[in-house]
């Protein structure tokens, strides 16, 4: 389970017992000032895990069915900045991250940046930040998983909103050699800006 943009700067495990429930492990990326957070819990009961990597933007943990030394992957959750130099900085960051860490990949979060034209609801582009996520998920060689019945996750909920496709899950083709039979389908987004995905 990942839960973005927690807005904490540390989560104690009471409270992410009340959030995750009694059998999740997790970690999380404390918010800067007022912004970001990042909480990841994994059920104990299906995964193990061996490893935990953390930046400033992303945090990533290698997992595996319990007794299997093989079959791990490693699942990255990302919160992207909103300024175009930290966007840079965010992108450079997966990217090193992958350089160092091989083998199947799930990277999932809100990138808070598109990559197509069809994932806003409006020609307000920003065409380099968008060649530039293109061209990392091109280096990377990272595949989107389809989102089943929903154009967008984001609204800017005004009389005339802008919309967006800023919520996204990719992987690795070994990964999705790993777990064939997947969905991602939209849940109800009545309590947020952004609209949950499950997997």
Request: contains cysteine.
């Given at each position: 389970m990942?839960?973005?943009e927690t807005k904490l700067?540390?989560?104690c ?6 959030i ?9 990326l404390?918010a800067?000032?007022?912004?970001g957070?990042?909480?990841l819990?994994?059920?104990?009961d299906c995964?193990?895990?061996?490893d935990v990597h953390?930046?400033w933007?992303?945090?990533s943990?290698k997992?595996s069915?319990?007794?299997?030394s093989?079959d791990q992957?490693?699942i990255t959750?990302v919160?992207?900045?909103?300024l175009?130099h930290?966007k840079?900085?965010f ?8 350089d160092?860490?091989p083998?199947p990949w799930?990277l ?5 940046m598109i ?6 609801n ?7 930040c968008?060649r530039?996520?293109r061209a990392?998920l091109?280096?990377?060689n990272?595949?989107?998983l389809n989102?089943v019945?929903?154009r967008f996750?984001?609204?800017s ?9 800023l ?9 999705f050699?790993?777990f064939?039979n997947?969905?991602l389908?939209?849940?109800s987004?009545?309590?947020s800006?952004h ?5």
């Amino acid at each position: 389970m990942c839960i973005l943009e927690t807005k904490l700067s540390v989560i104690c495990n009471a409270l992410a017992n009340e959030i995750l429930g009694t059998t999740f492990a997790y970690d999380f990326l404390p918010a800067m000032n007022v912004s970001g957070g990042i909480l990841l819990g994994w059920n104990n009961d299906c995964w193990t895990t061996s490893d935990v990597h953390k930046g400033w933007y992303t945090i990533s943990v290698k997992l595996s069915a319990p007794g299997a030394s093989t079959d791990q992957w490693w699942i990255t959750v990302v919160y992207g900045p909103q300024l175009d130099h930290e966007k840079v900085e965010f992108l450079d960051e997966l990217l090193h991250f992958r350089d160092s860490h091989p083998g199947p990949w799930f990277l999932c979060g809100d990138f808070n940046m598109i990559y197509r034209t069809q994932d806003k609801n409006n020609g307000r582009l920003d065409r380099r930040c968008m060649r530039r996520f293109r061209a990392f998920l091109n280096r990377v060689n990272l595949e989107e998983l389809n989102l089943v019945g929903r154009r967008f996750t984001w609204s800017s909920e005004r009389e005339r909103p802008t919309l967006e496709l800023l919520d996204r899950m990719f992987a690795s083709m070994d990964w999705f050699a790993a777990f064939p039979n997947h969905m991602l389908r939209p849940l109800s987004s009545d309590c947020s800006d952004h609209c949950p995905l499950l997997l």
